[in-house]
């Protein structure tokens, strides 16, 4: 499967990704943005988090299935 994640050194703490997509981007009270783990994400908004970052943090990775 595909799993998003944020490269935080570039992250600009701007939360849009948390407001377009708030299911699977959550911030902490830390201060810094969480891939929630999930049994799937919903791609479109995915993308949709993906096109707008200012920073271009977010992206995909692909991940095995445990089997
Ligand atoms: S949209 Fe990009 S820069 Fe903004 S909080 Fe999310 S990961 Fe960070």
Do not use: K, N
């Not at 570039?10 to 377009?20: L, M, P, Q, R």
């Not at 943005?33 to 943090?57: G, T, W």
């Amino acid at each position: 499967m595909r799993r998003p994640v944020v490269d935080l050194s570039d992250c600009v703490d701007c939360e849009g990704c948390a407001s377009v997509c708030p299911d699977v981007f959550v911030r902490t009270e830390a201060g810094y943005i969480d891939v929630q783990d999930l049994d799937a994400y919903p791609e479109a908004l995915v993308d949709e988090a993906i096109m707008m970052c200012p920073s271009h943090c977010i992206f995909w990775e692909d991940h095995e299935d445990p089997s």
